[in-house]
């Protein structure tokens, strides 16, 4: 069992800076690979960035790329979320997930591969 909790999320203004954070309860963390999810109102949750559970594989949705930096410290069970250049469109409610990863390599694309979920934490990005 894993426990997530997410922080780090406030209101900024365009071309601000946040950094989130998924602390994570339970000992078998490294065996899982997380994924920022985030969520618009009217919109679909869409996965933003995934890391691999030993943080050697990451991906990017291409809205977010150079601008968003996942990162993960096993050691302190939590996985980061830097996020540069905020626009607009990044406001979402952002939430954090894991799943059990096998491959050292593998972080899963859909929603539905994911077991554990934190309660989320809401971005506001005003113009």
């Known amino acids: 069992q894993v426990q997530l909790v997410e922080s780090g999320g406030g209101s900024v203004q365009a071309g601000g800076s946040l950094r989130l954070s998924c602390a994570a309860s339970g000992r078998t963390f490294s065996s899982y690979a997380v994924g920022w999810f985030r969520q618009a109102p009217g919109k679909e949750r869409e996965l933003a960035a995934g890391?691999?559970?030993?943080?050697?594989?990451?991906y990017y949705t291409d809205s977010v790329k150079g601008r968003f930096t996942i990162s993960r410290d096993n050691a302190k069970n939590t996985v980061y979320l830097q996020m540069n250049s905020l626009k607009p469109e990044d406001t979402a409610l952002y939430y954090c997930?894991?799943?059990?990863?096998?491959?050292?390599?593998?972080?899963?694309?859909?929603?539905?591969?994911?077991?554990?979920w934190g309660q989320g934490t809401q971005v506001t990005v005003s113009s």
């Open positions: 997930a894991g799943h059990r990863a096998y491959s050292s390599t593998w972080v899963a694309f859909s929603v539905l591969d994911y077991d554990y």
């Open positions: 890391i691999s559970r030993t943080g050697g594989s990451t």
